[in-house]
């Protein structure tokens, strides 16, 4: 009787939950959208040469793949409200470091900073999985894919703000370039007060209260993520998944700006460029949330790197033509945004609740450490085969997931054929003993 009565509550918790994560991914996305593509010419200016300008990408990066696992510890131990102020909190710090850099011209500052600045990408993946916290419906895919999109009108409007970031940084007298920092600043602290206020009570909270109070809470290590992995292969295929199409996405997206403006594509094209995969990655994502809902989340996983296959060839052998690229990228980002909506929904259904949080660090750190790695190795790539052959090279993480996919259903299979089995014997032994 109690628990139907909490069923209704649960629902209407989760319908707010969604609401709220969507409402602040928004402004979110405004405070990060242009961070970076500024953050890469404060690099270059602070340290005095161009081959730093890629830094500010990479600490952004590395911060982001740091403060995951801390956050997700946080989240379980306080809740989502508490870890996704803490996150905002400290990319609000960085933001302010990055004005502070730029005043002094400290090219170490500047650096810290920016791996502070990443804790807000870490914040934003954590946002997605509070979507999924409450065991309220089985829309996990959908529900997930829905904070995921909320991050389309940040990304894509957010680069559009320097210009003015800058007349609002002029008029506060702060150093060229930083106007759109503080209009990070301004977005987070509008971000965090939306989840602050609006995620009462804590959807994670919620859900620990719903299962055993008197359980003893787990050990949160990488070491107790990597063990909860073994023990459910799934959950270690969707992490897989994850980890190695961001690693596409980034490598290839990365030394598209540069290929452009080696064969000539004016700065409009190369934004466009950029913008049209940037809605590819989030516009379509509920699309995918749905899929994996209907058809199956492996099975959308699947759908991802067919469309990953298609972004390659059209970005790769068309790699003169900039309609061909700019089709590339655009498919580049729907891949991208099929397999990792659909991996996610895949690893917050198969992991125990006393082990979410824990795996879902780990995997955000990984998946940012990829994105990281194919960044880093992208123009060494380009350099010696070309557009290409980055395309080419970019095709291996495809393959190594298409053939996780195949053990994975290869065990599905087995796993259930054995249960059938088993469910057979007691049938058998209750009819040799009726006869």
């Known amino acids: 009787m109690s628990q139907t009565a909490k069923q209704p509550d649960i629902q209407a918790i989760q319908r707010r939950t969604v609401r709220v994560l969507t409402a602040g991914q928004v402004f979110s996305g405004f405070g990060l959208g242009s961070t970076l593509s500024i953050g890469s010419l404060l690099a270059k200016e602070l340290s005095g040469t161009s081959a730093w300008a890629g830094a500010a990408a990479t600490f952004s990066t590395l911060g982001a793949a740091a403060w995951a696992i801390p956050l997700a510890r946080r989240a379980y131990a306080k809740g ?20 502070a850099a730029t005043a002094l011209k400290f090219f170490p500052l500047l650096l810290v900073a ?31 894919s829905i904070v995921v999109w909320a991050t389309t009108v940040g990304a894509v409007v957010g680069p559009n703000l320097f210009g003015p970031g800058e007349v609002l940084g002029a008029w506060l007298g702060l150093p060229e370039m930083t106007g759109p920092f503080f209009v990070t600043i301004l977005s987070q602290i509008t971000a965090t007060s939306i989840f602050w206020f609006g995620l009462r009570p804590d959807p994670l909270q919620t859900a620990q209260k719903l299962g055993d109070a008197k359980a003893a809470k787990p050990k949160l290590s990488i070491g107790t993520a990597i063990q909860t992995l073994k023990a459910y292969p799934r959950a270690a295929y969707a992490v897989a998944t994850i980890a190695l199409s961001h690693m596409v996405m980034v490598s290839v997206m990365s030394m598209t700006p540069a290929h452009l403006e080696q064969h000539g594509a004016s700065l409009v094209v190369v934004g466009f460029t950029i913008s049209i995969h940037i809605a590819g990655m989030y516009a379509f994502s509920p699309i995918f949330g749905i899929l994996s809902d209907k058809i199956g989340q492996i099975q959308t996983v699947i759908l991802g790197q067919a469309i990953y296959i298609a972004a390659l060839l059209f970005a790769g052998i068309g790699m003169d033509n900039e309609q061909s690229v700019l089709l590339g990228l655009f498919l580049l980002g729907l891949g991208w945004s099929a397999a990792t909506v659909s991996a996610a929904a895949l690893l917050t259904t198969t992991l125990p609740r006393e082990q979410k949080t824990n795996v879902q660090g780990l995997s955000d750190s990984l998946m940012n450490l990829s994105g990281a790695l194919g960044g880093a190795v992208a123009g060494s790539i380009m350099a010696a085969l070309m557009f290409v052959g980055l395309n080419m090279a970019a095709m291996v993480p495809v393959s190594l997931i298409l053939i996780f996919t195949g053990v994975t259903l290869l065990r599905g299979r087995r796993e259930k054929a054995a249960a059938a089995k088993e469910d057979e014997v007691p049938a058998n032994l209750s009819t040799t003993y009726l006869e």
Request: glycine letters at 12%.
């Open 80 to 99: 989502r409200r508490m870890a996704l102020a803490t996150g905002a909190a400290i990319a609000i710090s960085g933001a302010s470091l990055i004005i």
């Open 114 to 144: 920016l791996f502070l600045l990443g804790a807000g990408s870490a914040t934003g993946l954590q946002a997605r999985f509070a979507a999924t916290d409450l065991p309220a419906s089985k829309s996990t895919g959908r529900d997930l």
